[in-house]
């Protein structure tokens, strides 16, 4: 057996907050931000938590695929910011959306977290025990960050989106993976922290918002995110210019430009849309995804060849080749 995806979908909160309305809460321009970063505005959830996000993705692809929540056997949402520890984002998802009869679990890999969730969903799917898989990367980053530290608080955005699978016996859409973890260098990227607080405890409660060391973080993605790129497709047996479109995680416009030099191929290979939504987390390639699939840029079934990057906490890193 093999997967397919054969439905992409996506949802974005309505309210947009633009780099100038940041300038008004910090010390911030917009000049730095666009230039920095390439970011020019970002949707804010205003009371949609991350399930709810990644349930309306979930409408969204079952919608466009004509499939009833009934038939999905699987459900995998990546994410780090999760309405609760327990229960799982993916059994609040599983609810919203009348998904009654299919498992369901959060993976945890931050913006790497749907690259992870399709690496698993497909082995799942192959295993011949699942027929309908929703993957699913859904984020709220607004309730992680500190809304006082410029440094983080202007990268980050919310939404979701996602793809279905469908197991098949013929040709499926995965042709080869790179996937890496480091956890020595896993203290670069923290949120959400949970330190032991108790009556018997030395710990004292300390703030849970997202801490980055932006500098390292941006030279692990330039250094290890291209040799994950040429990894799949030298296990492919393919060479570069065999690749239609790269979608990057949208973390910063200049890693995808450090990515592209260091790559040798045109930037214009890489597709973009941080300018619009900011840093997603492990939301970002879904979201661009779905766009492209809706303009027309990439349409499913065409067999053409495009790879999904990521990178972020974990350390966590990693590409996908797949036939779209
Ligand atoms: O999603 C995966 C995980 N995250 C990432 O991949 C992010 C990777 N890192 C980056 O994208 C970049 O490192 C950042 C965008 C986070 C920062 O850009 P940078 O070019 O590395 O800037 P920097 O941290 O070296 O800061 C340069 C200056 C500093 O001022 P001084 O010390 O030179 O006077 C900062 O205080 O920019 C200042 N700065 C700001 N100024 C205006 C930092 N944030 C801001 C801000 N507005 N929002």
């Known amino acids: 057996m093999q997967a397919k995806i054969i439905s992409t979908g996506s949802y974005l909160p309505k309210k947009t907050i633009s780099n100038a309305q940041l300038e008004s809460l910090m010390d911030t321009s917009d000049d730095w931000i666009k230039t920095r970063t390439g970011i020019e505005n970002r949707r ?50 599983q609810d919203y959306i009348g998904a009654s009869k299919s498992m369901a679990f959060d993976l945890s890999a931050a913006c790497s977290g749907f690259i992870y969730a399709l690496s698993v969903a497909e082995k799942m799917l192959s295993s011949g025990n699942f027929h309908y898989a929703l993957v699913l990367g859904g984020e709220v980053m607004s309730k992680m960050i500190d809304w006082n530290d410029r440094s983080t ?64 973080i941006f030279d692990f993605a330039t250094r290890s995110v291209p040799k994950s790129i ?7 047996s393919l060479t570069l210019s065999d690749i239609d479109r790269i979608l990057p995680h ?18 214009e290979t890489f597709a973009l849309n941080i300018s619009d939504y900011g840093n997603t987390s492990a939301a970002s390639i879904p979201i661009l995804l779905d766009e492209l699939v809706l303009s027309g840029d990439l349409v499913l ?4 060849k495009i790879i999904l990057t990521g990178f972020g906490g974990g350390l966590t890193w990693g590409s996908m080749l797949i036939r779209i």
């Open 230 to 236: 040429e990894a799949v497709v030298d296990k492919a």
């Open 44 to 93: 804010i959830s205003e009371s949609e938590n991350t399930s709810v996000l990644c349930g309306k993705a979930a409408l969204d692809i079952l919608k466009k695929a004509n499939i009833s929540a009934s038939k999905i056997d699987l459900i995998i949402v990546a994410t780090m910011s999760p309405d609760y520890l327990s229960p799982s984002t993916a059994c609040l998802v």
């Open 301 to 304: 079934g065409t067999g053409k």
């Open 153 to 216: 608080a202007v990268l980050f955005g919310d939404g979701a989106g996602g793809v279905l699978l469908e197991s098949t016996d013929s040709i499926g859409s995965f042709i080869s993976e790179d996937i890496h973890s480091d956890g020595s260098r896993g203290l670069a990227l923290t949120a959400g922290a949970l330190p032991v607080t108790n009556p018997y405890s030395e710990n004292h409660l300390t703030d849970t918002y997202l801490e980055m060391e932006g500098r390292a």
């Open 250 to 267: 949208q973390a910063n416009s200049r890693i995808i430009q450090s990515m592209a030099k260091k790559l040798k191929i045109p930037f």
